[in-house]
Nanobody
């Protein structure tokens, strides 16, 4: 059974950091691009970041550039989202998602419609 499981969410004060993990089971991530999305209450889902299968290409939403870093460890079948300098507006449920693409694919998609498999989400709350 193909599955993505997010972890690492929680409550953090403004200015703090969290690292989210997205672990895959039932398939290898070597041939999948991974995206991170978030959805706050009453708001539409927003693309946060994505990373190509090789890790050679990444993309970030303007709202998180310079604060968030996406990385992957294909040997551990896991993708990470390091979130620094967190702000209250970063509060949301964070989801990881994947779609199959050649390992040599030069970039990743920021469009949610491109993604096939989704995790269940992890809550991130930034509050004092």
């Amino acid at each position: 059974q193909l599955q993505l499981v997010e972890s690492g969410g929680g409550l953090v004060q403004p200015g703090g950091s969290l690292r989210l993990s997205c672990a895959a089971s039932g398939f290898t991530l070597d041939y999948y691009a991974i995206g991170w999305f978030r959805q706050a209450p009453g708001k539409e889902r927003e693309g946060v970041s994505c990373i190509s299968p090789s890790g050679g290409s990444t993309n970030y939403a303007d709202s998180v550039k310079g604060r968030f870093t996406v990385s992957r460890d294909n040997a551990k079948n896991t993708v990470y989202l390091q979130m620094n300098s967190l702000k209250p507006e970063d509060t949301a449920v964070y989801y990881c998602a994947s779609y199959s693409t050649p390992r040599s694919a030069p970039r990743c998609s920021s469009r949610a419609e491109a993604y096939t498999y989704w995790g269940q989400g992890t809550q991130v709350t930034v509050s004092s």
